[in-house]
């Protein structure tokens, strides 16, 4: 069992910077990492991922050289810089976990958190 636990988010300007994190807790030492978005009156799209024990980054090509995934792993914690946000970035923003690959499906879920870029 995974239990993802989210903080960070708010409300930014255009050009701003946030920080999302993920605390995990449970087995998850072999898991795949990353974070999904959805929009209003959008589907859930992937953002970002990675694996816990290494290995390659993935990102969407919208926010490629934009965002940025890593890990702590002495404090069980992935995290999403995000730079240069934009209006088109808002949308609640889910950490997941999977045993395989991360998708829309996937096993474990954070409780979503709020980003709203301003104009």
């Known amino acids: 069992q995974v239990q993802l636990v989210q903080s960070g988010g708010g409300l930014v300007q255009t050009g701003g910077s946030l920080r999302l994190s993920c605390a995990v807790s449970g087995t998850f030492s072999s898991y795949a990492m990353g974070w999904f978005r959805q929009a209003p009156g959008k589907e859930r799209e992937f953002v970002a991922a990675t694996h816990w024990s290494g290995g390659p980054i993935y990102y969407a090509d919208s926010v490629k050289g934009r965002f940025t995934i890593s890990r702590d792993n002495a404090k069980n914690t992935v995290y999403l810089q995000m730079n240069s946000l934009k209006p088109e970035d808002t949308a609640v923003y889910y950490c997941?976990?999977?045993?395989?690959?991360?998708?829309?499906?996937?096993?474990?879920w954070g409780q979503g958190t709020q980003v709203t870029v301003s104009s």
């Open positions: 997941v976990a999977d045993r395989r690959v991360i998708t829309t499906r996937s096993d474990y």
